[in-house]
């Protein structure tokens, strides 16, 4: 069975920085991406980063460009989310989810082509 399972968020002051984790397991293809997404109260849930080993790194969000990058470790399965100058409105939960078809993953966040997701984790920027 294919788990993803986030870590890492908080409580932090604008301007810091915190790094979510997502832990991958049960996957037996190398051919997959995972992606970082985040729901604020009241919003749709909205990708914001991904990377897969065929098509790299998207960005899907431009708010986050300069601020937020997304990295993989292959040996650990585990992707990361390095988030710094945290604003109030990145308050959100932050989902890692996997999809089977990384390059239209590469192209789009349409959540058509995600699943399975991890159960969340919640990052909070107070001002």
């Known amino acids: 069975e294919v788990q993803l399972v986030e870590s890492g968020g908080g409580l932090v002051q604008a301007g810091g920085s915190l790094r979510l984790s997502c832990a991958v397991s049960?996957?037996?293809?190398?051919?997959?991406?995972v992606a970082w997404f985040r729901q604020a109260p009241g919003k749709e849930r909205e990708g914001v980063l991904c990377?897969?080993?065929?098509?790299?790194?998207?960005n899907y969000l431009d708010s986050v460009k300069g601020r937020f990058t997304i990295s993989s470790d292959n040996v650990d399965n585990t992707v990361y989310l390095q988030m710094n100058s945290l604003k109030p409105e990145d308050t959100a939960v932050y989902y890692c989810?996997?999809?089977?078809?990384?390059?239209?993953?590469?192209?789009?966040?349409?959540?058509?082509?995600?699943?399975?997701w991890g159960q969340g984790t919640q990052v909070t920027v107070s001002s």
């Open positions: 989810a996997l999809s089977y078809y990384p390059f239209i993953a590469s192209k789009t966040s349409d959540r058509a082509y995600f699943g399975p």
């Open positions: 049960g996957v037996t293809s190398d051919d997959y991406a």
């Open positions: 990377i897969s080993s065929t098509e790299g790194i998207t």
